[in-house]
């Protein structure tokens, strides 16, 4: 997709914090991963609305029985792992 120079007014301090936590050099890619990040969240957002509206029919039950779980089970604890990075 094409990129064009943009003008805009932004909260230096946010914007400066943002890039440090994501390592960018720049912030047009902290820009662009934000607006990445909330159109993902605005659709999925869309998504569950939707889902709400018009529930799973019995049929649907049944088919989301039949998918492989056991590879969510998982004996590692992730907050443990990356308990240094709250905050």
Known sequence: MAKQKVTITLDRAKADEARVLIGS??????????????????????????????PPTDTDLLVALQAETSGLADDTDWAALYDDEVG
């Open 25 to 54: 050099a720049n912030t047009s890619e902290v820009i662009d991963v934000a607006l990445g990040r909330l159109i993902r969240a605005e659709r999925l957002r869309r998504d569950i609305d939707a889902y709400r509206r018009l």
